[in-house]
């Protein structure tokens, strides 16, 4: 019998239906996940760049401050400027003397350079009522410090709608007279050093996380179904109590008249109680038993997939256990050692309550600098320069994650 093809559409029209098809899925597909999409861009994302941006917002200043910066367009440094930039001046501090964006615009920049906030203020209170011949000489005359040139390159540099100033500082980093970068002043320059006061503390503690949470997810893994579910739910434990009622908790068990010290001296341990609370081994201990779930889940569901025979394969071959746990076994596991190493690191490097009520003032992380500067100082451009010199440093992390983890999966393939 013979097929009848003359209704059949060409091939060119199936592969428009196709795409249309295609088209109208993924259409679809986007208008169900849109709300979550807006919701998530609205609640999460819109506010974290938006306080990202406070890091380079140079508009406080700007808003006072930009004819100042206009008049000192083409002035090449070196000296004080000439008559009009000290003309745009006094008219700027007389028309905002006594105003909140001079104090707020003076307070940023006596962040730049010491002493000029006060220096704006007294200037403004002396101004004459009546325009003097000259400006210049007036000014030099209420205050001579308007002869540094230095006080002029930082109102020249106020005239952009971004600054670099808080995020040099938040690398110890500041710009001269001239905008050349330089090393901040030693008592100025401590973010480094708390950057990497950070990173050590939480690769001490995801080090020992992993020590202490490779056998116990070993353990859960081996264990029978209903041995498990016990062993699990004392692993989850920590998530049913409140982060700070487990800190807190700390500092009883730890200090000198603690549970501790008393279970050490009764041991024979030592002989005296120790200092085991408002030090760095404080902060050490309480984040270990905070963060240690963290590594142990990754970590079990990575082993509980992991066949048993093929221990019993590498045993029937000759090889001791040892050998067959380093060559078999540990391998099998890296993906979750990654991933709990990657998870407990991140989460440890933003820790603030813990380091805050455990540790001493050598042990607080950068998380705490982003709080001070947050609620008692109230200067959110530093604190978002260092929440974003934190966000960069955890990307970067992740980034070499990602970057391993694709290498290894290449090798496999």
């Known amino acids: 019998m013979e097929t009848r093809t003359e209704h059949s559409p060409p091939a060119s029209e199936l592969k428009s239906r196709l795409r249309r098809s295609g088209q109208r899925n993924r259409l679809v597909a986007f208008l169900l996940i849109a709300p979550l999409f807006l919701f998530l861009l609205a609640v999460f994302a819109s506010p974290i760049a938006e306080l990202l941006l406070r890091s380079v917002d140079n508009s406080d200043v700007r808003q006072v401050f930009a004819p100042v910066s206009a008049a000192l367009k083409d002035w090449p440094g070196g000296e004080a400027p000439g008559e009009p930039a000290f003309a745009a001046l006094a008219e700027v501090l007389s028309r905002f003397a006594g105003t909140p964006e001079l104090a707020t615009a003076s307070k940023q920049l006596n962040q730049e350079l010491v002493g000029f906030r006060s220096l704006l203020y007294s200037t403004a209170r002396k101004l004459p009522a009546q325009p003097p011949p000259s400006w210049r000489a007036a000014l030099l005359a209420l205050d001579e410090r308007w002869g540094d040139p230095a006080h002029w390159a930082v109102l020249a540099r106020a005239g952009g709608g971004l600054t670099p100033f808080y995020v040099l500082a938040a690398v110890d980093l500041r710009q001269d007279a001239d905008g050349h970068l330089m090393r901040q002043s ?56 409140s982060l700070l009622v487990r800190t807190a908790a700390w500092v009883v068990l730890l200090q000198k008249e603690g549970v501790v010290n008393d279970a050490l001296i009764w041991m024979g341990l030592v002989d005296t109680p120790q200092q085991l609370v408002f030090n760095r081994m404080g902060v050490y201990v309480a984040m270990v038993h905070i963060l240690l779930p963290y590594m142990v889940l990754p970590l079990y569901s990575v082993m509980k997939s992991i066949d048993p025979v093929t221990l019993r394969a590498a045993a029937s071959l000759g090889a001791n256990p040892l050998h067959a746990f380093l060559r078999i076994y540990l391998p099998q596991t890296l993906p979750g ?26 042990d607080q992380m950068i998380s705490y600098f982003v709080a001070y500067y947050t609620n008692t100082v109230i200067d959110w451009g530093m604190a978002a320069a260092l929440g974003l010199l934190l966000l960069l440093t955890t990307l970067m992390l992740y980034g070499v994650y990602a970057r391993l983890v694709g290498i290894e999966k290449m090798k496999l393939g």
């Open 186 to 241: 030693p008592d100025k320059a401590i973010y480094v050093e708390v950057l990497g006061r950070t990173f050590w503390m939480s690769l001490v503690v995801t080090l020992v996380c992993l020590v202490l949470g490779y056998p116990l997810a070993y353990l859960l893994a081996a264990l029978p179904p209903r041995a498990r579910n016990l062993v699990m739910v004392l692993v989850l434990l920590p998530f049913y109590t």
């Open 337 to 362: 050692i990654g991933a709990g190493g990657l998870l407990v690191f991140i989460l440890a490097i933003g820790y603030y309550i813990t380091p805050a009520l455990l540790g001493g003032p050598k």
